[in-house]
């Protein structure tokens, strides 16, 4: 099993960054991909970022492409998402999610492991 912890979230105006840390232990060998989703109330968790473990290939949601920048730091078993020129919109819980195996990186139904959230609030 693998263990998920997110933090970085916070309050920022428009126009500025945030880099947010998905920090992993336990079985971290079974990892295939880990990727960034977020929620606002009422709606469903929606794709924003995808890195593949043990490479380099990456994935963005249009909406945030040219904007966030998801990378990955091995020493530490941290997956990162820098997010710059932060929009009112980019408002929601930030998660960050593990899969064991190749499916559609935007699925939520791909992976097998979740963090509890960050809140991330962009005030205009």
């Known amino acids: 099993q693998v263990a998920l912890v997110e933090s970085g979230g916070g309050l920022v105006q428009a126009g500025g960054s945030l880099r947010l840390s998905c920090e992993a232990s336990?079985?971290?060998?079974?990892?295939?991909?880990v990727s960034w989703f977020r929620q606002t109330p009422g709606r469903e968790r929606d794709f924003a970022a995808t890195i593949v473990w043990n490479g380099s290939i990456k994935g963005y949601a249009d909406s945030v492409k040219g904007r966030f920048t998801v990378s990955r730091e091995n020493a530490r078993n941290t997956v990162y998402l820098q997010m710059n020129n932060l929009k009112p919109e980019d408002t929601a819980i930030y998660y960050c999610?593990?899969?064991?195996?190749?499916?559609?990186?935007?699925?939520?139904?791909?992976?097998?492991?979740w963090g509890r959230g960050t809140q991330v609030t962009v005030s205009s």
């Open positions: 999610a593990a899969a064991y195996g190749a499916g559609l990186p935007a699925d939520v139904t791909a992976y097998d492991s």
């Open positions: 336990g079985r971290t060998s079974n990892i295939f991909r």
